[in-house]
C-alpha cells in the first residue's frame, strides 16, 4: 500500500512540474521545452564507461550492505531495517555520484568547498535520500507483494539494495553532469525544476539555447531544496 501511495504521490509531482514548465515556456522562457530523454542518452554514448563505473559500484555497496545488515539480526534483515539502510547509503552515493558527474576542474576539495556543508546535506536529503527511499519501497512492493518473492530467503533484499543504489548513483551522475552544462551555457534555473526527472532532459534540446551566456552560481544545484515535492 505504501508503494502504491508513494507512485500515485510522484506522478501527481511530477505532473504538476511538467504544467509548471509548460506554463513558463507559454510565458516566453528559452529553456522550458518538453524532455525527451535525449540528454541522457546522449551522455551514455559519451561516457557509457563512467556510467557503467559508477553504477556497478553503487549497486555492488548496496548489495553487500543488505547481506551485511542481514546478519546483523532480525532488526537488520527486517524491511524497516534494510530500508534506513539502504536509504542513508544510497543518499551518501547520490552526492558523490553529483558532484563526479559535474567533472569541475578544480577538484574535489575545491567543490566541497565552494558548496558548503549545508547545500550538500539538503541535497543528500533531497533528491538523495528520499529518491532512495522512494526506489526501495516500489521495488519491494513489486517484489514481495506482486510477484510473491519470498523476503527472507534467497537474495531479494540485495538485488532491491543493489537496484536502487545503482539507480540514484546513474541519476544523481547524469544531475551533475546537466548541471555542468547549465553553468556554461545557460541562464539561472530553479533547482527544484531540475530535480524533476523529467525536466532533466530539457537542456537536450538545441531550440533551448538563449542567445545570451549567463553564469550561475556555482552552488546553484543545491539550493532551494526546500521548495520541492
Known amino acids: 500500500m505504501m508503494a502504491m501511495i508513494i507512485c500515485c504521490t510522484s506522478v501527481a509531482r511530477d505532473a504538476f512540474e511538467i504544467g509548471h514548465v509548460r506554463r513558463l515556456q507559454g510565458q516566453g522562457h528559452p529553456v522550458l521545452t518538453f524532455p525527451d530523454g535525449a540528454g541522457l542518452r ?3 554514448r559519451e561516457q557509457p564507461g563512467q556510467l557503467a ?3 556497478v559500484l553503487a549497486a555492488m555497496g548496496g548489495a553487500a550492505l543488505a547481506i551485511v545488515m542481514g546478519r546483523v539480526g532480525e532488526a537488520g534483515w527486517s524491511e524497516l531495517g534494510q530500508l534506513v539502510a539502504v536509504s ?3 543518499g551518501c552515493v547520490a552526492v558523490w555520484a553529483y558532484l563526479a558527474g559535474e567533472q569541475r576542474a578544480d577538484g574535489w576539495r575545491a567543490r566541497l568547498s565552494a558548496v558548503g ?6 541535497f543528500w536529503w533531497w533528491p538523495g535520500l528520499a529518491f532512495a527511499a ?4 516500489v521495488l519491494t512492493g513489486g517484489l514481495y507483494y506482486v510477484l510473491r518473492v519470498d523476503a527472507i530467503s534467497g ?3 540485495a538485488v532491491i539494495a543493489g537496484v536502487s543504489t545503482g539507480m540514484m548513483a546513474l541519476y544523481c551522475y547524469y544531475l551533475g553532469s546537466r548541471r555542468s ?6 541562464p539561472r534555473i ?3 525544476l531540475l530535480r524533476c526527472p523529467f525536466v532533466l532532459g530539457i537542456l537536450s534540446k538545441p531550440n533551448a539555447m538563449p542567445t545570451a551566456r549567463v553564469i550561475p552560481r556555482a552552488d546553484i544545484a543545491l539550493e532551494d531544496s526546500s521548495r520541492i515535492g
Open 155 to 157: 537474495m531479494a533484499p
Open 181 to 186: 552544462v547549465e553553468d556554461r551555457v545557460q
Open 117 to 122: 556543508w549545508s547545500e550538500l546535506l539538503r
Open 190 to 192: 530553479p533547482a527544484s
Open 53 to 55: 563505473r559508477w553504477a
Open 134 to 137: 522512494t526506489y526501495y519501497l
Open 42 to 44: 546522449a551522455l551514455l
Open 88 to 90: 542513508l547509503f544510497a
